[in-house]
């Protein structure tokens, strides 16, 4: 199984950026879809999840901010990410997730400037 996070990159604040990851090696219609970030001196955290039932959850921060999609045809989870703050620089890592078989992908640099 691989997860392959893109459309990370630089952007003004205020500015708009959505990501992508792909799944490969399996079908995850059934898995719990996530994105997480890492912010240098920080832990990871969680950013936006989506369930099988299309119900999703946001940490507070983004929340009106960010929305996150699914396409199971593609095993594809998405990011939308509008208004963006300098505090919301970090890696940002996709996660599928499914009764203890969790897989990351390696990260997508985010980088928003003042």
């Known amino acids: 199984v691989q997860l392959q996070a893109s459309g990370g990159g630089l952007v003004q604040a205020g500015g708009s950026l959505r990501l992508s990851c792909a799944a490969s090696?399996?079908?995850?219609?059934?898995?719990?879809m996530g994105w997480y970030r890492q912010a240098p001196g920080k832990e990871r955290e969680l950013v936006a999840r989506?369930?099988?039932?299309?119900?999703?959850n946001y940490a507070d921060s983004v929340e009106g901010r960010f929305t996150i999609s699914r396409d199971n045809a593609k095993n594809t989870v998405y990011l939308q990410m509008n208004s963006l703050k300098p505090e919301d620089t970090a890696v940002y890592f996709c996660?599928?997730?499914?009764?203890?078989?969790?897989?990351w992908g390696k990260g997508t640099q985010v980088t928003v400037s003042s």
């Open positions: 989506i369930m099988t039932s299309g119900r999703t």
């Open positions: 090696g399996s079908t995850f219609s059934s898995y719990v």
């Open positions: 996660n599928f997730y499914s009764f203890g078989m969790d897989f």
